[in-house]
């Protein structure tokens, strides 16, 4: 195959991925009545931030984003350090108890993510807590990483970690210091798997923030734009709505982009 | 013997948390299955909530769609994103970066968001409609038939999937050695041929990862069906079986019963597995 080809593949591909994104985005500024008007157009067809001003109307705005945010920010600096420090000595220390620890701890993601949901909400609806907005911290254990980061050290040449030991670095030390930023590139694929819980995980927020102040920016729109039954009234306000929850995922995005750098061992080892 | 203590305290909040996040509810999901329960009362009814589930029609329907949407998409999927992830090497990082971008936004988003735009696209008069009338073709009701659902639930699916793969994939391309390569062309190896011999060995756990991944995903369909195909679509005919469980648990509150159907869920994703795992050995032998 040739570079052209491979070039051409690659920005076909590319476009039909991104088409629909582009309609949301592109027809979030469109007036309502645009819409009966089949085609869509590819350019607003009555330019207007309408949808939009009723989106920043509703009451906790602010603090949606401000939850959602919150979320988000435990969310990711708790599992990556929690999972990643288990991972650390599931990979250095070589027995028996670990390597069965290593699948016991991996054990949730074999079990459906629905099964975890119902018997979360039952063993807390029998202490009484549904409702309470902390729980929604519960993704905190984070099996994926644990794998994720284990395969990340296992692939850390030997003699990294070993020199650093010789010259009295203890282990938590070499975690942080060494194992940790060799592992960038897993870092910045958790940025987006966590945040895909944060902003993206609407069963289980949906289940258990009820109160309009309580909820993520995501259970506060997405329960708003989809009580619009309807399918075709009030389209637009439903497109903003996406739009908006979509920003996120690109912020992060490009801020874990910065860290899918390959190749950052080769040539740190000299002989 | 410091060493030890200190390992052991950076593995024990991962184990704490397993316990009180995973465990102790499976043990009492486990417990609450075999019960007759709402949230309110609950009788012991043994094995009684399996069978009822099992006979279940719709729970049966359930696993049903879900095979049919993995034989639509987990074939197509993996060529597509293997293609993409080989054709993505040979570019230099920026536009590598770029073009992970690029395929990668729709996988991003979460299937609640993108059905927004898909339900209305799908519609009778929507987007793709529209394009079929200019070929000559008839409108098709997307969203009002079983099979044209569960053609469009693939496809929603599959273009938010292959981002990640893509991803998975070309992040384990990348930590391949470029000596490997070179030294397959001083060997005389032209691309085909370090494709054939070289990468795909290399990529071939990737491979069985994601599509032990997709097998569990598709499961695990949720987001799309309650966005775009209200209540599980034409007679329930895309509703994966997470989307069942979700409805008797939190539609119908039957705890008891949806506890039942998780652990068969639970079971028949173990078995998956545990028959691809054999098939692999045998292959290899």
Known sequence: MGKAIKLTLLIFVSIVLTFPIYLMVSNSFTESIGFLEMPPT?????????????????????????????LFVVLMVGCISISGAAAYVLAVVKSKTTSVLYWVLLSPLFVPQITIVVARFIVLSKLGLTGMPAVVLMPLYWAAGVFLFRNGFKSIPYGFLESARLEGAGEAKIFASIAMPLTKPIVGVSVIMIGGTAFGDFMWQMLNLKKGKNMTLLVGLATNALNVNTILDDIGFDLAVGTVLFIPYIVMFIISSKYFVSGLTAGGLRA | MKTKVVLSAMIAPAILLYIVSFAVPMVVVGRLSFFKSNYIVSEFVGLGNYVKALQDYYFQKSFFNAFVLMVFIIPISLYISYKLAAALSVFDRRSQGFFRFMLHLPSLVAGIVIGMVWRWMLNET????????????????????????????????MSAMIGGQVLFLSATICSIPLELHDVAQIDGANERKYNRYILRPLLRPMFTLITLLNIIGIMQIWGSIYVVFNSGGPEGSVATPVYEIFLTAFEYSQQGRAAAKGIILMVVIALLLMAKQRVEKWAKQ
Do not use: D
Request: aromatic content about 20%; hydrophobic content about 55%.
């Open chain 2, 126 to 157: 929507g987007l793709i409609n529209q394009l079929l009338s200019v070929v000559g073709m008839r409108p098709i009701w997307w969203l009002v038939y079983a099979w044209p659902a569960r053609i469009s639930l693939s496809v929603i699916q």
């Open chain 1, 42 to 70: 590819l350019i607003p067809y009555q330019f207007t931030l309408a949808n939009y001003q009723r989106i920043i109307q509703f009451a906790y705005f602010g603090r949606w984003i401000a939850n959602s945010s919150f």
